[in-house]
């Protein structure tokens, strides 16, 4: 055994070289979260924790039971649609930093459907949906009609758009003179009404607190029809040249302008569906502390996905579990709720710097033309 | 190395040199000689292996094997800087020059003469003068770079490696860029400086100039040294088959033209650049069926504004642009594409290909939304694939197929694949825009013979080119454009060769006849 701990190299099977050299860049993103895991470890470690029991209780969190693997799908569920609206959008060349506000936007729409309407839910959840989609795409056409006619960078104005909708949200829920969307019958006014149980996307109970609603289903289908979208279609081919090569894309007869238009449009749609999800199968109602920060979330979860939407369906879950096993991590061994944070942290530091993984595992670095793209610079 | 050898030292030598990249060997076992006060070419096709021996030899890249020695003396660390000190100078095709700042500035930037803590320009200046006068370099110290011509900022560029004290210059493809008549006066300067025992090594691929200017001639063909020979001794067909490995033909063999009604017209035409600026000022011409009408001039006199406003690229601010007789003066790109008009780019890794798609979508980048490539907006893969097998088989693209990248291409097969795209569809009007610009000798001769091909087929070809000698084989009508404007339109053979190099330069049609009498 001893022996096998030297360097293992020179036993390799000449194969394995070869696979590695070939295979290996496809990894990275795996490597990336183990070796964020790993730095983690040594940070709980050097805190005084014991890492083991908090990696354990982190495990079983996520997915020791049923209703634990219940509350992970849930809890991915938003990051696994946004982190789709995000990858769209990337995938055009745009840096849509407003998934949040659109997201938002789309939970609201949702909600004043579901609050004014009643209808057989075989009409009413569709119809919700589609509200949800709209509001969000409403919302991101904002910033892409600006960029498309003025050049104005969707990076500034999408940020400033988040602002503008999480405060609207606010002053619509908490308004009491006059009353707009807020609950007459909530004293906190923290809150709209909810919506009719006829909106409610339909759910399996698993204990008192876990209800596993659609969205998951939602979320699947999703991930597969944006990936055929992209790759199978002549609207998907327009997105993802102007976004690779404007320039080509111009002189393929392509309008440039028309298509910043249409991406933000359909990423904004994927962010109002992931709010309106929420609201249909999770909260029935949005509330001023509705759930912050899965927006900007989605951006990690697209990033670790290199944009690729199955790869996004492991992200999001990837995501969820953490922050799902991070309350059963932090009872185990009393560790902050915080080390999740800093784990999906360093995860996106070793993605965007993924040469300090490549060199850590030998993998060969990028050839010239596989660089992931991200956005374009600022003005492009 | 035999007449000229006997006397002259050698100043630098270069022996086995090999390097190799992943899955290629740039440099073969290639050995080469430089003699005091001679001027040594560097012949070879893209990618035969020019450009990394000069960057070792400059310190840029280090061999695997092999030895350099300067006067004698082994070179040892690899590095741009013992290459400078031990005299080693290169001019790069693109400039290495900040257009902000003076000639003086750029020539001792990273070399600065100080006095008590402070630039001693007039210093500088004075040595710039000395040089500038000793060489015949015209140039003036305290110009900024951007108000000088291409010309001068070559001179520039020279003038640097001299201040460091070069005695060896590398000139990297230098008449790229240049009008024939400053090519003419770069061959004098060069005959200066080896006159005055400066020792260059010259690498281009214009046979041309090779005999005209150089002393010995070495030919590199896939990495390797295939041919070392004299002026005396070679022709331009003689260097073109050791380039290529095969014989070449150097004329493009056409026979008349026989021009039809006229396919595309324009009148009045103008149209501003990216800066608002006037680039296109009240040019007319037509293009008939079954010709080719080539534009002249040197990159940046409007040719490219021209093409992308024929194309529906760029807006006219007056005029008009009939194409097949319809309107197309406001027409969007795609509707002038469908109207039958190809357009070979001239920035062909910019605006004709998506150097990550694999060549499958490159294949159907214009065409992409029609039958049979899809059927409403699903896309038919099988469909797109074939079109690509289709292109590579008919235009000998070599690839290893049609699902690679399109970066992996070399950049004349890159060419090759864009034409054959251009080239698949029905069509009324072909324009291409430098369309052998970089690329090798044989895929040339194959892009030209395809474009007459075109022209006897019945379409209207117009050709942009800043190569003259690219014009001369391939139209029939000749417009020079100068400044914006279209300053003449001549039969092809009306002119001489310098005559049209005058006008490209700026002299009227009517001097240009004086002054070749």
């Known amino acids: 055994m001893a022996v096998e701990g030297r360097t293992p190299e020179p036993a390799q099977p000449a194969g394995f070289r ?15 979260v183990i070796t964020a895991l790993i730095v983690g470890a040594v940070i709980i470690g050097m805190t005084g924790g014991d890492w083991l029991a908090a990696y ?33 959008a990337f995938k055009s060349g745009l840096f849509n930093i407003g998934a949040e506000g659109q997201l938002y936007a789309g939970a609201m729409c949702a909600v004043v459907i579901g609050t004014t309407l009643q209808l057989p839910p075989i009409f009413h959840i569709p119809m919700g949906i589609v509200a949800g989609a709209v509001g969000g795409a409403a919302w991101a056409a904002i910033a892409g009609i600006l960029k498309a006619r003025t050049g104005a960078h969707e990076v500034i104005n999408t940020i400033m758009l988040n602002y503008i909708a999480l405060r609207l949200t606010d002053w619509l829920i908490r308004s009491r003179q006059p009353l707009l969307l807020g609950d007459p019958l909530d004293t906190s006014s923290s809150r709209t009404p909810f919506i009719a149980e006829s909106m409610r996307l339909p759910n399996i109970r698993l204990g008192e607190t876990t209800a596993l609603h659609a969205g998951i289903l939602m979320a699947i289908i999703l991930v597969f029809v944006v990936a055929w979208f992209l790759n199978r279609t002549t609207i998907g081919f327009e997105l993802r040249t102007s976004g690779t090569n404007p320039n080509a894309a111009k002189y393929a007869g392509i309008s440039v302008p028309k298509t910043i238009v249409l991406a933000m449009v359909l990423s904004g749609s994927l962010a109002g569906l992931a709010g309106a999800g929420e609201v249909m199968g999770v909260r029935y109602a949005v509330s001023t502390d509705f759930i912050s920060g899965v927006g900007f979330d989605a951006i990690a979860v697209a990033l670790l996905a290199r944009s690729n939407p199955i ?51 030998r993998i060969p670095q990028r050839k010239p033309g596989e660089e992931v793209l991200i956005s374009k610079g600022w003005g492009g | 190395m035999t007449q000229n050898g006997q006397d002259r030292p050698v100043v630098l030598e270069a022996r086995g040199i090999t390097k190799r990249f992943p899955g290629v060997v740039a440099n073969d076992n290639v050995s080469l000689k430089l003699l005091h006060g001679e001027v040594l070419a560097l012949l070879g096709e893209n990618g035969a292996g020019k450009s990394t021996l000069m960057n070792i030899l400059y310190g840029l890249y280090s061999q695997d094997e092999g030895e350099i020695f300067v006067n004698g003396a082994p070179l040892r660390v690899n590095s741009p800087h013992e290459s400078i000190e031990r005299g080693i100078g290169m001019v790069h095709q693109h400039f290495q020059l900040v257009p902000v700042m003076t000639v003086t500035e750029n020539v001792i930037l990273g070399n600065e003469v100080m006095r008590r803590g402070l630039l001693d320009r007039r210093q500088a200046g004075q040595r710039i003068r000395e040089i500038s006068q000793q060489y015949g370099l015209p140039v003036e110290p305290e110009a900024l770079i951007a108000d000088l011509d291409v010309g001068a900022q070559q001179r520039v560029e020279i003038i640097k490696a001299l201040y460091r004290n070069a005695d060896i210059l590398i000139l990297d493809e ?72 095969r014989t070449v033909l150097l004329r493009v063999d056409k026979e008349a033209a026989r021009p039809g009604a006229p396919v595309l017209e324009v009148r009045n035409l103008q149209v501003r650049d990216d800066r608002q600026l006037m680039a296109v000022n009240d040019v007319s011409f037509e293009v008939h069926a079954g010709e080719i009408l080539g534009i002249a001039g040197v990159q940046g006199n409007g040719q490219t504004e021209l093409v992308q406003a024929v194309n529906g690229l760029r807006s006219a601010v007056a005029g008009s642009i009939r194409i097949a007789g319809q309107d197309v003066t406001l027409a969007s790109s795609r509707t002038v594409s469908e109207l039958g008009v190809a357009h070979i780019p001239e920035d062909r890794q910019r605006d004709g290909i998506i150097a990550s798609y694999p060549l499958t979508d490159n294949g159907v980048l214009e065409y992409y939304y029609r039958e049979p490539f899809a059927r409403g907006i699903v896309r038919n893969e099988q469909e797109v694939t074939k079109h690509a097998q289709d292109l590579v088989t008919r235009f000998d693209v070599r690839t290893p197929g049609v699902h690679v990248s399109a970066s992996s291409l070399s950049g004349g097969n890159q060419q090759k694949f864009i034409v054959a795209r251009e080239f698949s569809h029905p069509l009324k009007l072909l324009i291409a825009a430098q369309p052998t610009r970089g ?51 001549v039969n092809n053979g009306d002119l001489s060769r310098e005559q049209l190099g005058l006008l490209m330069a700026g002299v009227s049609l009517t001097e240009a006849m004086v002054l070749q009498q």
Not at chain 2, 213 to 238: K, Q
Not at chain 2, 443 to 469: P, Y
């Open chain 1, 311 to 361: 790869g996004i369906l492991f992200s999001g879950l990837l995501w969820g579990a953490l922050l799902t096993g991070a309350r059963l991590m932090q009872v185990r061994a009393g560790i902050s709720i915080d080390v999740i944070r800093i784990i999906q942290a360093l995860i996106i530091m070793f993605i965007a710097a993924d040469q300090i993984v490549r060199w850590l595992y």
């Open chain 1, 56 to 88: 354990i209780g982190l495990w079983q969190g996520a997915f020791g039971s049923p209703r634990a693997l219940a509350n992970t799908v849930i809890r991915s569920t938003p990051y696994i649609i946004c982190g789709l609206a995000v990858a769209l």
């Open chain 2, 439 to 489: 690329i090798d000798v044989g895929s040339i001769e194959f892009i030209h013979n395809q474009i007459v091909h075109k022209r006897d087929e019945g379409v209207a070809v117009l050709v942009v080119s800043a190569e003259l000698d690219e014009i001369l084989a391939l139209s029939d009508r000749i417009a020079v454009m100068y400044h914006g404007r279209v300053v003449a339109i």
């Open chain 2, 174 to 245: 230098p008449t790229a860029v240049l009008t024939p008549q400053e090519a003419d006066d770069l061959v004098r300067v060069m005959r200066t400086l080896t006159a005055q025992g400066k020792s260059l090594i010259f690498i281009t691929h214009k046979l041309r100039e090779v005999l005209e200017v150089a002393d010995r001639i070495m030919v590199l063909r896939g990495g390797r040294v295939v041919g070392e020979t004299t002026p005396a001794e070679a022709t331009e067909a003689s260097l073109a088959s050791l380039m290529v490995g």
């Open chain 1, 18 to 32: 070869a696979f590695w050299a070939r295979y290996s860049p496809l990894f990275v993103p795996i490597l990336a």
